[in-house]
T-cell receptor, first 116, second 113 residues
Framework: AQSVTQLGSHVSVSEGALVLLRCNYSSSVPPYLFWYVQYPNQGLQLLLKYTSAATLVKGINGFEAEFKKSETSFHLTKPSAHMSDAAEYFCAVTRYGSSNTGKLIFGQGTTLQVKP | DAGVIQSPRHEVTEMGQEVTLRCKPISGHDYLFWYRQTMMRGLELLIYFNNNVPIDDSGMPEDRFSAKMPNASFSTLKIQPSEPRDSAVYFC???????????FGDGTRLSIL
């Protein structure tokens, strides 16, 4: 079975500060991992994805995430927060390759607040 | 390119009425997913289809909920009869196979009075 845990349902940072959103996964098979962002009154938008290539993945809006197999983590970072980054962020996992069922397992989400 | 299109964007109706939510997936995507999002329960997968066939409906809360996908370009989620606790934002998403990312619509905000 696969699962995702996002540590911290709410994270607050000052504008210009480092953003770190934590995600740990559990998977008995190699995973694909994703980060999505949801702005108010909108659907989820893909930020970045890990699909077994480079372990450091760069996404849109200056975000990146590093896949660490030994720590079963896929934390999302951004060096300098912008007010427009305030949103809810979801980490998700699915199975790699031919064993994939199409289904994503989502974490509970982390709300990022950016203070001026 | 057109993304996933959902209609209506907002729906307000009275308890007991039938509600039909509609979704047009991205052309060529093999998978279609229906989710429900509430403050209390977060994002829940209700049902998903592969090549128009329902694969897993274990997330459908009750028999009042039903979903169909008559062809590759259209799906509906129906609630009959509706209840106030069904109030939520309902999202449709679609994807290619093989663990590719899901693309979400903007959702339908449903309010049952």
């Amino acid at each position: 079975a696969q699962s995702v845990t996002q540590l911290g349902s709410h994270v607050s940072v000052s504008e210009g500060a480092l953003v770190l959103l934590r995600c740990n996964y559990s998977s008995s098979v190699p995973p694909y991992l994703f980060w999505y962002v949801q702005y108010p009154n909108q659907g989820l938008q893909l930020l970045l994805k890990y699909t077994s290539a480079a372990t450091l993945v760069k996404g849109i809006n200056g975000f990146e995430a590093e896949f660490k197999k030994s720590e079963t983590s896929f934390h999302l970072t951004k060096p300098s927060a912008h007010m427009s980054d305030a949103a809810e962020y979801f980490c998700a996992v699915t199975r790699y390759g031919s064993s994939n069922t199409g289904k994503l397992i989502f974490g509970q989400g982390t709300t990022l607040q950016v203070k001026p | 390119d057109a993304g996933v299109i959902q209609s209506p964007r907002h729906e307000v109706t009275e308890m007991g009425q039938e509600v039909t939510l509609r979704c047009k997936p991205i052309s060529g995507h093999d998978y279609l997913f229906w989710y429900r999002q509430t403050m209390m329960r977060g994002l829940e997968l209700l049902i998903y289809f592969n090549n128009n066939v329902p694969i897993d409906d274990s997330g459908m809360p009750e028999d009042r909920f039903s979903a169909k996908m008559p062809n590759a370009s259209f799906s509906t989620l129906k609630i009959q009869p509706s209840e106030p606790r069904d109030s939520a934002v309902y999202f449709c998403a679609s994807s290619f196979p093989g663990g590719q990312p899901q693309h979400f619509g903007d959702g339908t905000r449903l309010s049952i009075l």
